[in-house]
C-alpha cells in the first residue's frame, strides 16, 4: 500500500524558514518524480516543485530561489526546505507522487497525495 505521510509545518515569522518532510512507503522511491503542492486558504492548488526519480527538479516562480527540494533515498524521504517565508506563502502543503519517473509541475496526473501539512506565516 502507497503512504505518503507529510510533517514539519507549523507557525513562522516572515524570513524564518521550514523544512517540510514526507516519508513514503509501499512503492520504489526512486523510480519516481514527486511534486510538492500547497493550497492558500481560499485558493486552488499550486504546485511548487517536481524532483524527477534522477534528481532533477523544477520550481514554479513565486518559491524559486527561496525553496529547495531534495530527497534522501536510504530514508524514502523528500524534503522541501522553505526560507525567507512571506506571508503568501500560508498553505496547507500536500506531497504527491507520479505514475513515473519524470513530470512536469502542469501535469496534474498525480496518483497519490500525502494529508497535507500547515505552513502559516505571520508578518
Known amino acids: 500500500e502507497v503512504q505518503l505521510q507529510a510533517s514539519g509545518g507549523g507557525l513562522v515569522q516572515s524570513g524564518g524558514s521550514l523544512r517540510l518532510s514526507c516519508v513514503a512507503s509501499g512503492f520504489t522511491f526512486s523510480n519516481y518524480a514527486m511534486s510538492w503542492i500547497r493550497q492558500a486558504p481560499g485558493k486552488g492548488l499550486e504546485c511548487i516543485s517536481v524532483m524527477s526519480g534522477g534528481g532533477s527538479t523544477t520550481y514554479a516562480d513565486s518559491v524559486k530561489g527561496r525553496f529547495t527540494i531534495s530527497r534522501d533515498y536510504a530514508k524514502n524521504t523528500l524534503y522541501l526546505q522553505m526560507n525567507s517565508l512571506k506571508p503568501e506563502d500560508t498553505a496547507v502543503y500536500y506531497c504527491?507522487?507520479?505514475?513515473?519517473?519524470?513530470?512536469?509541475?502542469?501535469?496534474?496526473?498525480?496518483?497519490?497525495w500525502g494529508q497535507g501539512t500547515l505552513v502559516t506565516v505571520s508578518s
Open positions: 504527491a507522487k507520479y505514475p513515473r519517473s519524470w513530470a512536469r509541475c502542469d501535469e496534474v496526473d498525480r496518483d497519490y
